[in-house]
């Protein structure tokens, strides 16, 4: 048996998040397109206080390798923060002048919001592992989840408070087929607080159920690879409210399904050459705010990555790496109204780096 804990805080100072000329509303104020931009100032101060003990034991039943893992966590974060914002200016964007940046001052008609929250998640864990003849392995846990939120809002004197306790499983399973050549499947429930939230009410907390399936390889001469298809549906999710500017809301459900799929290769100590894919359909369901289809925000539909890396090993240059690769993505969604896109693009990047160890 083996036991540890773990406590940490994490106190950083006040600091400003979004010091910028601001953003242009949804709908242009002068069709087709000249918008109202704003000067924003967001500014918050988060702590954070995590701690977690583990208790683990492990024993062979016959050809069955066991492994229980017993564990408690807490984790408190504290959120204080003001968003204020003025209008600046008319611009065109299809020939934009903007003008220069003036904070706003904080006031009755130029703060949006104010808040200050309290965020405890909290939950007890046991869970399960076993291997059977090296080649199947089975995962099974069980959490009882807890997510307690406080909310004040200090611009119009409201608080309030939410609380939710929930048993989350967990469930997994993996074969090797044959050597290096392994098929798995799991189910996964999650809830977790929703941090930094503005909005009229307090926030409930964010549910996700996941599950996928897929394949792995772990073959000779360096080359490993996973391939997967998934579905995740997320409620309570925070977006931007359409109809108040600066304002947030949790209105019906998220679902993401597609495929991903993820390569190395390090045929000796020299090269490290990497890949990989996504193709993902994210869309909101159930949506009593947003128009149901409408593709997530932010979430392009394709993405990938190619990326190879060179070491020298030894001789006078021992210790240089290069590298180069590229992404790309395609275009995507930047209001959950889907009426802007921005378009897709692809980077390319070259590094040199040296690791050098004295003597």
């Not at 490993?224 to 459900?253: C, H, K, M, Y």
């Not at 790496?321 to 992404?327: E, I, N, R």
Request: with cysteine; aromatic share 10%; charged share 20%.
């Amino acid at each position: 048996m083996s036991a540890h804990s773990r406590f940490t805080v994490d106190q950083p100072a006040l600091r400003p998040v979004s010091p910028s000329v601001a953003l242009p509303e949804l709908a242009p104020s002068l069709p087709p397109s000249t918008f109202v931009v704003w000067n924003g100032f967001l500014g918050e101060r988060n702590t954070e206080v995590p701690a977690n003990a583990n208790l683990a034991g492990k024993f062979d039943f016959g050809p069955i390798r066991n492994r229980v893992l017993f564990s408690a966590d807490i984790n408190r974060v504290t959120d204080v923060g003001r968003l204020d914002g003025t209008p600046a200016a008319f611009v065109d964007f299809t020939n934009p002048s903007f003008p220069p940046y003036v904070k706003p001052v904080p006031g009755p008609f130029t703060t949006f919001t104010d808040i200050d929250n309290v965020y405890v998640q909290s939950g007890l864990t046991a869970q399960w592992q076993a291997s059977l003849w090296e080649r199947v392995h089975l995962l099974t846990a069980l959490r009882l989840a807890d997510v307690d939120i406080r909310s004040r809002e200090l611009t119009t004197a409201s608080s309030f408070h939410t609380q939710e306790s929930k048993v989350l499983p967990r469930i997994g399973a993996s074969v090797e087929l044959v050597k290096g050549v392994s098929v798995f499947a799991d189910y996964t429930e999650g809830l977790r607080a929703v941090p930094f939230f503005n909005g009229p009410t307090a926030p409930r907390p964010e549910q996700s159920r996941q599950s996928q399936a897929g394949v792995k390889l772990d073959l000779p001469y360096g080359f490993s690879a996973g391939f997967a298809l998934f579905d995740l549906r997320l409620t309570n999710v925070p977006t931007a409210n359409p109809a108040v500017p600066g304002q947030q809301i949790q209105s019906g459900e998220q679902c993401s399904r597609g495929f991903e799929a993820d390569m190395v290769w390090q045929p000796n100590a020299n090269w490290s050459d990497l890949g990989s894919y996504a193709r993902v359909d994210a869309r909101y369901t159930r949506n009593t705010v947003i128009a149901e289809g409408n593709v997530v925000e932010g979430v392009p539909r394709e993405s990938g990555r190619l990326w190879g890396t060179y070491r020298v090993t030894d001789g006078q240059f021992a210790g240089l790496s290069v590298g180069a690769g590229f992404q790309a993505q395609s275009r995507v969604a930047i209001t959950n109204a889907n009426d802007y896109f921005a378009p897709g693009f692809a980077t390319v990047s070259v590094t040199t780096a040296v690791n050098y160890r004295a003597e």
